[in-house]
């Protein structure tokens, strides 16, 4: 008799309600719960596939280390603990604590117990060398309001809004940024109801499919493109002059910047008609209620800040905040919100503060340190050299840029952890792997999405929504795994260090920081008790939300955002320095790369394959077992290559081999290769087994962002040639790919 538990999904961040069906400890069946009056319903493969994750052969049951063969050898979590602390502890001692480094990835970022109890110990040991993925994913989504400013009562929902602007992102299969959460069920609403949808993207994806508007530009002309419509939304007088005048600066600045922007001019360069530029920015500016989300193709495409702070400019040329008045469509539940004035938080440092690392001149931001440094300061000796490295829950060697140099930082490092379910590509350098439980096997709850309601517009839940729930099924039979946050508190004990876990429904840092929890070092606190110091602060206590039932909307205190004080003076800024220097430089061609090379490369998401986690999983191989590189019909005809075939792709920095999959979805000179791909130099380098890495292709030394390090990523001048080999053709179906 099947057990049927509710319980959400965490192999990503989009947190879906589900329901699955067990017998005892093993599952049968997991679902989508189309009750649930946030996501009707919605699941993906990846999610409802977890029982193949969790019963994987390969993954690890116990922790493991190198032995002196280089070999590794099973751990008992004892053991890994109590021999990763001897080996930080003799490093600190010979070295100093800035000599340990930790890098957060996606997974870690999903469980904030973790990341906060991981950045507790980091303070506890003295090291400031924390690195995250967002320095290689979307730093623009943070550096850009500290230069802008911010609008405390919010952006509009993209359920409320007239009209939106989508650049370089997909939510009909990201779920996230400038559409619902189920898109497909919001979209449908959208058209019935008139409202106007604009994407800029060089693919017809499946939010592009949608538009009333799609720009298929050339990747990396997005600020270019941006910059063409504030111009004509100023020359035709179609921005919200009443606006502008009580909570802007900086107009007559930016009106004087983009006028070097011609339609005729940004068109030609992007691959587009002016008429369709001009057409977008009327649309967009003629909505009552509005907004713009920027995903990670004009972020990793080499004008990551500026394209974000560009896209707030458009909302607050076209007025597109929330106003005094209107009802707040999420108060907070797990997580406290701003408190909704109609008025402008002035600009506040962005950079210049913290830690500054030894190359390129680069130090911290707001988006954290520049991980695309992170290799450099492994391989340049000195005194302030990393020595260790902690990758928690991420996958550095399949992620980083610049994948050669990743490669050999990994093997100049005197320690390498790894904690990771598996043995990744980062793994197989590792000196020892900790095995944690996932999904599952341990506790969650829907703070994390609710989070995101501060990182862009379009971003989290827009109503007072959440969900927690408990464990539902036991690790495997005979394993020996642990929570990965017991890693740091273990390792902490035997460091005899103490931590304070801060509060991540706090979103003032000092606030949190003045309230954090001293955890008790001599008794190991529960999870439950770990949630509630996370929690700490929340609007509701986690202990109302009921444990293991449906996700729902809960009763919070209504909110109406409040006047403006008449004491404020603050304004957003639309005439940043930094920003606007910038901005000029694309004019003269300062900023641009030069490109000898026919094609123009970027990087897409398989929509069953999230980052570089479990390729192994037959489930999720069933279109693909490995990335191929999509190309349009007529380049491949043009290039005499089909579906199967293998390509040499080289940029001016190295080349890979992948395999050719035609897609109509691709506009010409511009192919696509899913990141995270690839294996060690040490391992089987067939295309077919373990894909073709775009990572090889980036160098980090060329063309970064002298904020955040990000260098370009996306839109990489590539040459493409088509190998003859004796290989079997792959079998590749029809496939679609998501926003990346």
């Given amino acids: 008799m099947s057990d049927r538990s509710h319980s959400i999904c965490r192999v990503c961040h989009l947190m879906c309600p589900i329901i699955v069906e067990r017998d005892g400890n093993r599952i049968e069946k997991i679902y989508g719960d189309k009750t649930n009056p946030v996501y009707f319903g919605y699941t993906c493969i990846k999610g409802r596939r977890q029982q193949d994750y969790l019963t994987s052969p390969e993954r690890l049951k116990h922790s493991v280390g190198r032995t002196a063969s280089g070999a590794f050898e099973p751990l008992s979590s004892s053991a890994v603990i109590e021999q990763s602390a001897e080996r930080i502890r003799s490093i600190t001692d010979q070295y100093g604590p800035k000599s340990v480094a930790l890098y957060i990835g996606t997974q870690a970022a999903h469980n904030l117990i973790t990341r906060n109890m991981a950045l507790a110990w ?107 419509m504030i111009r004509v939304i100023i020359a035709e007088r179609l921005f919200d002059q009443d606006f502008v005048d009580q909570n802007a600066s900086g107009f007559q600045t930016i009106e004087r910047c983009v006028a070097s922007f011609h339609l005729e001019d940004v068109a030609r360069r992007a691959g587009l008609r002016a008429a369709d530029i001009e057409r977008a920015a009327r649309m967009l500016a003629q909505g009552r209620t509005g907004g713009v989300s920027l995903g990670t193709g004009p972020n990793m495409s080499g004008q990551s800040n500026l394209s974000e702070y560009l896209g707030l400019c458009l909302m607050t040329l076209c007025g597109h905040w929330v106003r005094a008045g209107e009802k707040v469509r999420n108060p907070g539940v797990l997580v406290r919100r701003l408190d909704p004035i109609a008025q402008a938080f002035p600009p506040y440092p962005a950079w210049g503060f913290g830690e500054q690392l030894r190359v390129k001149g680069l130090g911290n931001s707001l988006a954290g340190l520049p991980t695309s440094a992170l290799a450099d300061e492994i391989l340049l000796d000195g005194e302030r050299k990393i020595r260790a490295l902690i990758s928690l829950g991420g996958n550095p060697f399949s992620g980083w840029p610049d994948q050669q140099k990743t490669h050999e930082a990994l093997n100049a490092l005197d320690l390498l952890i790894s904690v990771d379910p598996i043995i990744s590509t980062t793994g197989k350098y590792a000196d020892y792997v900790v095995a944690p439980k996932i999904f599952l096997e341990v506790a969650g709850n829907t703070a994390l999405q609710e989070s995101y309601g501060v990182f862009g517009p379009g971003w989290g839940y827009q109503a007072p929504y959440a969900q927690a729930c408990g464990p539902l099924v036991d690790p495997p039979h005979g394993s020996d795994l642990i929570e990965d946050w017991e890693f740091f508190y273990g390792t902490a004990q035997k460091l005899g260090l103490p931590l304070k876990l801060k509060s991540a429904s706090i979103l003032d840092q000092k606030q949190a920081a003045r309230s954090a929890l001293e955890v008790d070092m001599t008794v190991k606190p529960t999870t439950d008790r770990l949630w509630t110091a996370v929690l700490d602060g929340a609007p509701l206590p986690l202990s109302e939300i009921e444990q293991d039932a449906p996700g729902r909307l809960y009763d919070v205190d209504e909110q109406f955002v409040k006047p403006k004080t008449p004491e404020c003076t603050d304004r957003l800024r639309l005439d940043d320095p930094t920003m606007l220097q910038e901005l000029s430089g694309l004019v003269s061609g300062e900023w641009n790369m030069a490109n000898p090379s026919p094609y123009l490369l970027i990087t897409c998401r398989l929509p069953d394959i999230h980052n570089s986690s479990w390729h192994g999983v037959a489930a999720l191989k069933r279109r693909h077992g490995f990335n191929p590189l999509f190309v349009n019909p007529e380049d491949a005809k043009e290039l005499d290559v089909t579906d199967g075939d293998f390509v040499d792709v080289e940029s001016d920095h190295a080349s890979i081999t992948a395999i050719v999959q035609v897609s109509e979805d691709l506009r010409r000179r511009v192919v696509a290769l899913p990141p995270c791909w690839g294996a060690p130099p040490m391992g089987e380098q067939d295309p077919q087994t373990v894909g073709s890495s775009a990572a090889k292709l980036i160098t980090v030394d060329k063309h970064f962002d002298p904020i955040t390090g990000i260098p370009r990523m996306s839109g990489v001048p590539v040459r493409l040639r088509k190998l003859k080999t004796d290989a079997k053709k792959p079998s590749t179906k029809e496939s679609t790919y998501a926003a990346g």
């Avoid at 992102?169 to 919001?186: E, R």
């Avoid at 106007?196 to 997005?222: F, M, N, W, Y």
């Fill in 122 to 228: 980091m303070e506890a040991i003295g090291s400031p060398m924390v690195f995250s993925s967002l320095t290689i994913d979307q730093p623009g989504k943070v550096i850009a309001p500290a230069l802008h400013g911010i609008w405390l009562a919010g952006p509009y929902a993209p359920e409320e809004a007239d009209v939106w602007l989508l650049v370089g992102t997909n939510p009909m299969v990201s779920m996230q940024g400038g559409l619902p959460i189920n898109a497909a069920h919001g979209q449908k609403i959208r058209q019935r109801e008139g409202r106007k949808l604009i994407v800029i993207d060089p693919r017809k994806t499946e939010s592009a499919k949608a538009a009333d508007v799609h720009l298929q530009a050339l990747p990396g002309c997005d600020a270019e493109i941006l910059a063409a």
